[in-house]
């Protein structure tokens, strides 16, 4: 798997740069290749550590892919493309679903149902309320996170949004005392709400089988 990242990397740092620039020939730089395929290949090493070889890895690996393609779209351009959020829900939804047929992992697929569907609901509440403050695509992005935060269980989903929620937070406040931003300065809230998830997925540890 590994080895697999050090061949996608430089194809998910390209799919990056086009979605930001919605220009099919646009092409990455040199530095954005070799960043985007190291932080691939430290992502994969996490989720083999967090869930060993298992059905579900291949959902996780799927998300930490779609995570880096979404994380630097939202910050070039301040959008989350469906074009990448709907298949990864559908990637992760099926890696658990075997993984629930193959290791009797049912419990788990069922909270991580409930957990996207909850995650997705209150988002969604959030954002008819106070349109400003969260996007439609970090709504669907909550509910990718939900399924796959869910799936490890209720504390990693609460932790994962805690820790989102309080990293947007902090670097709200780095960029207002550097004069980076203001206070009514729009940032992207992607980067936060992955960096969260993948915060709360470490401090979980190994996900048992079974």
Known sequence: MLLAAVAVGPWLARVSVRLAARDETALPSGRRIAVTTLALVALLAAVLALSGLRPATVGLAWTAAAGLVLGAVDLAVHRLPDRVT????????????????????????????????????????????????????DVKLLALLGLVLGWVGWGALLAGVFLGLLTGALVSLALVAGRRAGWRTALPFGPPLLVGAALALALEGPVPLG
């Open 86 to 137: 709907f298949p990864a829900c559908a990637a992760v939804a099926a890696a658990l679903l075997v993984d629930a047929a193959v290791l009797g992992t049912w419990p788990a697929l069922l909270r991580a149902v409930l957990a996207a569907g909850a995650a997705f609901g209150l988002a969604l509440l959030a954002a008819l309320l106070s349109p400003e403050g969260l996007g439609f695509g």
